[in-house]
């Protein structure tokens, strides 16, 4: 080959190839496949969860035998707790005996009490606080000395028998009748064994220990009604049992 074909060879431009048409490819529309979303917001679940939860609460509550039924135990209506002429005869006995300094309330039991125990308005299986008692008041002519509380051995409603909550309003133990001092000195009074609080056995005011020191309120008091055959029967609870109660 000689020079000038050499020459043309290498200095005639390289060859293309001519571009290659290439089709468009049409791109998915996304505004003809709607978006998937969850099948329930949380907001709406959280809002219909609470819903259900109030309404089987309002059932519960409404309905008898409910599943918060036990939390809230009937109250027991008006019931006979005691005969007038049992407690009436116990406390004559003792004043016959001389005894009756102690007879009000003997832990050993060998004495003739004129006061009971009971439970209302619910039982010690629902509140062992609702322990209350029943007093034959002693008359004022046993020559103990009265304090400034009270001036009379009466119920405030002039009756012989009254009746308390036991519970302390001082710091909830319960109270027992007994006699604070020595025959011809002293008062019969509800006495708390825990802290030494005292109350007046014809209304229930404390009149000794913390409870007196402090302030407090009077015992809760159960209301009874006597009937011509001496059944004694608990009709209403004035004060909240471990606080007290305003009104006389």
Same mark, same amino acid.
């Given at each position: 080959?000689?020079?000038?074909?050499?020459?043309?060879?290498?200095?005639?431009?390289?060859?293309? &190839?001519?571009?290659? #048409? +290439? $089709?468009?490819?049409?791109?998915?529309?996304?505004?003809?496949? @709607?978006? *998937?979303? !969850?099948?329930?917001?949380?907001?709406?679940?959280?809002?219909?969860?609470?819903?259900?939860?109030?309404? &089987?609460?309002?059932? #519960? +509550? $409404?309905?008898?035998?409910?599943?918060?039924?036990?939390?809230? @135990?009937? *109250?027991? !209506?008006?019931?006979?707790?005691?005969?007038?002429?049992?407690?009436?005869?116990?406390?004559?006995?003792?004043?016959?005996?001389?005894? +009756?300094?102690?007879?009000?309330?003997?832990?050993?039991?060998?004495?003739?009490?004129?006061?009971?125990?009971?439970?209302?308005?619910?039982?010690?299986?629902?509140?062992?606080?609702?322990?209350?008692?029943?007093?034959?008041?002693?008359?004022?002519?046993?020559?103990?000395?009265?304090?400034?509380?009270?001036?009379?051995?009466?119920?405030?409603?002039?009756?012989?028998?009254?009746?308390?909550?036991?519970?302390?309003?001082?710091?909830?133990?319960?109270?027992?009748?007994?006699?604070?001092?020595?025959?011809?000195?002293?008062?019969?009074?509800?006495?708390?064994?825990?802290?030494?609080?005292?109350?007046?056995?014809?209304?229930?005011?404390?009149?000794?220990?913390?409870?007196?020191?402090?302030?407090?309120?009077?015992?809760?008091?159960?209301?009874?009604?006597?009937?011509?055959?001496?059944?004694?029967?608990?009709?209403?609870?004035?004060?909240?049992?471990?606080?007290?109660?305003?009104?006389?």
């Amino acid at each position: 080959m000689d020079d000038d074909q050499q020459q043309r060879k290498t200095s005639s431009p390289a060859t293309s &190839l001519p571009p290659v #048409s +290439v $089709a468009a490819q049409p791109q998915p529309s996304t505004a003809s496949v @709607p978006a *998937k979303g !969850p099948l329930i917001s949380r907001r709406v679940f959280l809002v219909g969860a609470l819903g259900a939860s109030a309404l &089987l609460t309002v059932a #519960s +509550v $409404a309905g008898s035998g409910g599943i918060l039924g036990p939390l809230f @135990p009937p *109250k027991e !209506p008006p019931t006979v707790i005691a005969k007038a002429t049992d407690l009436e005869s116990k406390y004559q006995a003792a004043v016959s005996s001389s005894d +009756v300094y102690t007879a009000l309330g003997d832990p050993s039991n060998t004495k003739e009490y004129f006061s009971q125990f009971f439970y209302w308005p619910y039982t010690i299986s629902d509140s062992p606080y609702y322990k209350n008692i029943v007093v034959r008041l002693p008359d004022d002519n046993l020559g103990v000395q009265l304090t400034d509380r009270s001036t009379v051995y009466t119920a405030p409603t002039g009756g012989r028998f009254v009746a308390y909550n036991t519970t302390c309003v001082h710091l909830q133990c319960l109270v027992n009748p007994g006699f604070a001092g020595t025959p011809g000195s002293g008062q019969f009074r509800l006495q708390c064994p825990c802290h030494g609080s005292q109350y007046n056995l014809a209304d229930g005011v404390p009149v000794a220990g913390p409870a007196y020191d402090l302030g407090l309120l009077p015992l809760p008091k159960v209301e009874l009604s006597i009937d011509a055959s001496g059944n004694i029967t608990a009709t209403n609870i004035q004060g909240q049992i471990g606080v007290g109660r305003t009104s006389q």
